[in-house]
């Protein structure tokens, strides 16, 4: 069944000062449909405010965070833009002193391909010398080798027959064996072994203490240039003093005085004797007096009493010529020469000196020490040597070489 009763709309009946119901006709009344869906409506309102208010604090936090998040998002891009364009200076850095460093090593690259050039061409240069060297080395090499080898042997031949000197001898010999030994050549191999054996002969030779004797020598000229002659001289003022006289001492006590007399004599007794006594006491006197004078001693040359004091002098000089004479045959190894001059400043000590000083008797000691010494040494030749020179060299066929 069909409802025809017209549908009152609810806000005109609500509205205040309508007619159509009062508050007694709406109390009286039962509710209808539409005031209970007014109050439907009513009860929802403030639900969807809340749903409203959360929805829009929820859409505020989702923008405040999208917000934040693109803020840091901004931040990291700034951040990696830096970070980026740092590396890509340092990258630029990098690359350029790579760059460089590449450029440094194909430059020392070139410099080092141009070294070895440099290196291969005189390398070649050399061996090209040494072929040469080694093909004029097979001829007249061996010739100038054989001209020096035979200088440094006439060498050490003139110090042994001239000098005397071994060690000389022995260093000439020692330079051309170590000549031969850097050349090397197969053709001077007895060469070398005459001179091995020069040298192992020479090596043998006693050696003389040239050094001890000459200094032997030089005190012998010292102790005759100060030791006093037979007669006095500049150099020896006191010489002919008695040794008691000349060291200050006491004289002896003189044995020829007479006796005294006896005391139970008579007075004139002792009076003779007395008297008697008067010569033998004048002449002790006057010996005492003239002792300090007067000297006695045994003079094997009567002609050395009778030097004046210039001839003492050139004496003197005479020995020390004689002596420096002996030091020059010394050295060049004169053994008749360095006899003959000793032996004549001993004869000329035991001569002319005063035999009772000191200086005197040492000079003629060492005289007698450097006459006994021996000089003389017999020297080996070159002569093996010299043949092996002589011998290579007409194998060579070249003539004595002149000596510039």
Not at 65 to 94: C, H, K, M, N, P
Not at 120 to 142: H, I, K, M, P, Y
Not at 282 to 308: H, K, T, Y
């Amino acid at each position: 069944m069909t409802d025809t009763t017209p549908a009152i709309d609810p806000a005109i009946a609500a509205a205040p000062g309508s007619t159509a119901a009062n508050p007694a006709d709406r109390e009286a009344s039962p509710p209808t449909q539409a005031d209970k869906s007014n109050k439907g409506r009513r009860r929802s309102l403030p639900g969807l405010a809340i749903a409203l208010v959360l929805a829009v604090l929820v859409i505020a936090a989702l923008a405040a965070a999208l917000w934040y998040q693109r803020q840091q998002f901004e931040r990291s891009g700034r951040e990696i833009a830096s970070r980026l364009d740092a590396v890509s200076s340092e990258l630029a850095t990098v690359r350029r002193e790579a760059r460089q460093s590449l450029s440094l090593a194909q430059s020392h690259d070139d410099r080092l391909r141009a070294l070895d050039q440099t290196l291969a061409d005189v390398q070649g240069r050399f061996a090209a010398l040494e072929q040469a060297l080694q093909t004029f080395g097979d001829g007249s090499g061996d010739v100038q080798l054989l001209n020096d080898v035979e200088q440094l042997l006439t060498l050490a031949n003139q110090q042994l027959r001239l000098g005397g000197s071994v060690s000389n001898a022995i260093v000439a010999l020692e330079t051309a064996q170590a000549r031969l030994a850097r050349a090397e050549r197969p053709a001077f191999a007895t060469l070398m072994q005459a001179i091995n054996g020069d040298l192992d002969r020479l090596r043998a030779v006693p050696m003389v203490d040239v050094p001890a004797l000459a200094s032997k020598v030089d005190q012998l000229i010292a102790l005759t240039a100060r030791a006093p002659l037979l007669v006095p001289d500049a150099a020896a003022p006191g010489a002919g003093q008695p040794a008691s006289a000349a060291s200050g001492g006491p004289m002896p006590p003189q044995s020829d005085a007479p006796e005294p007399a006896d005391a139970d004599a008579s007075w004139w007794q002792r009076w003779r004797a007395e008297i008697a006594s008067w010569p033998q006491r004048a002449a002790a006197a006057v010996g005492r007096e003239l002792a300090d004078m007067i000297s006695i001693q045994r003079v094997d040359e009567a002609g050395a009493l009778l030097l004046s004091p210039e001839q003492g002098a050139q004496l003197r000089a005479n020995i020390r010529m004689r002596l420096l004479t002996a030091q020059v045959a010394l050295l060049m190894r004169q053994p008749a020469i360095w006899t003959n001059e000793i032996d004549a400043v001993a004869a000329a000590l035991a001569a002319s000196y005063d035999g009772r000083s000191p200086d005197t008797v040492a000079a003629q000691r060492l005289a007698r020490e450097l006459g006994q010494a021996e000089i003389a040494v017999k020297l080996p030749g070159l002569s093996a040597s010299l043949a092996a020179a002589a011998t290579l060299r007409a194998s060579l066929g070249d003539a004595p070489a002149r000596a510039e």
